[in-house]
């Protein structure tokens, strides 16, 4: 991505409205990471997730998406709220749950054009190719670094007209926030290097500056935080309030 290989990334990552005094007195408790994530982090309603990309399909030439849910149920169901808006009247859902030939129909359909946006579980994590995809979203938890690169890779391929992907994750995980913070970090130094296609860098933003301040003092004694067990257990830092 640095190099210019791969589509520049514009991340936007949600964070649900956190009381920060509530965070710190559940620091108290010492509760894990699988706790935390539980108890803090609330599932953003499709009905907002539908207006993010609305705002962003808008601002968008030749818009294609992908959004990665967490179940069947739920591609079906999301598939069905976007359906509800006539720019996205053709969206469906593809998952594991479909006949193969079914499967195929749907790609071949959105890869055409007909469908604009797909709701996908798991199954477009590798060996499928579709390079308009401009527009990722992320609505479902998964703690692996791996399948997480493989869905953010969905959109990194190039091609004629498209410089950038936008990713909107709604996930609101702590190993998620970490991630991201992670790519940010390993982003920043790009300016050192000439890009071939002389397009601005990526960006990594976050809905609260806050999330992104606290990770980062998290992250100063827990390097491993991404990857870390659901048993891992955080201490909360003292951040100077100005």
């Given at each position: 991505?640095?190099?210019?290989?791969?589509?520049?990334?514009?991340?936007?990552?949600?964070?649900?409205?956190?009381?920060?005094?509530?965070?710190?007195?559940?620091?108290?408790?010492?509760?894990?990471?699988?706790?935390?994530?539980?108890?803090?982090?609330?599932?953003?309603?499709?009905?907002?997730?539908?207006?993010?990309?609305?705002?962003?399909?808008?601002?968008?030439?030749?818009?294609?998406?992908?959004?990665?849910?967490?179940?069947?149920?739920?591609?079906?169901?999301?598939?069905?709220?976007?359906?509800?808006?006539?720019?996205?009247?053709?969206?469906?859902?593809?998952?594991?749950?479909?006949?193969?030939?079914?499967?195929?129909?749907?790609?071949?359909?959105?890869?055409?054009?007909?469908?604009?946006?797909?709701?996908?579980?798991?199954?477009?994590?590798?060996?499928?190719?579709?390079?308009?995809?401009?527009?990722?979203?992320?609505?479902?938890?998964?703690?692996?670094?791996?399948?997480?690169?493989?869905?953010?890779?969905?959109?990194?391929?190039?091609?004629?007209?498209?410089?950038?992907?936008?990713?909107?994750?709604?996930?609101?995980?702590?190993?998620?926030?970490?991630?991201?913070l992670n790519l940010k970090r390993s982003l920043e130094g790009a300016g050192e290097i000439e890009t071939l296609n002389k397009v601005s860098p990526s960006r990594i933003d976050f809905s609260d500056q806050r999330v992104a301040t606290l990770m980062e003092e998290w992250i100063k004694d827990a390097a491993s935080l991404e990857t870390a067990y659901d048993e891992y257990r955080l201490q909360f830092p003292t951040i100077p309030v100005s």
């Open positions: 991505m640095r190099h210019g290989y791969l589509a520049q990334v514009d991340y936007k990552l949600f964070v649900d409205d956190i009381n920060w005094d509530t965070v710190k007195q559940a620091s108290a408790h010492s509760y894990g990471l699988a706790e935390l994530n539980a108890r803090l982090f609330l599932p953003q309603r499709d009905e907002s997730i539908r207006d993010q990309i609305a705002a962003v399909w808008a601002a968008t030439v030749r818009p294609r998406a992908i959004v990665f849910c967490r179940t069947i149920e739920h591609a079906e169901r999301l598939a069905d709220v976007l359906r509800r808006t006539p720019l996205w009247s053709g969206s469906l859902a593809l998952h594991a749950g479909l006949a193969k030939r079914e499967r195929q129909n749907r790609l071949l359909a959105f890869r055409s054009g007909e469908v604009p946006i797909l709701t996908a579980v798991d199954i477009l994590n590798e060996g499928v190719d579709v390079p308009d995809v401009n527009i990722l979203c992320f609505a479902r938890v998964t703690h692996s670094r791996r399948i997480f690169v493989q869905q953010l890779g969905r959109g990194l391929r190039l091609r004629e007209g498209k410089d950038r992907v936008v990713v909107l994750d709604f996930v609101s995980d702590l190993r998620r926030i970490a991630a991201a």
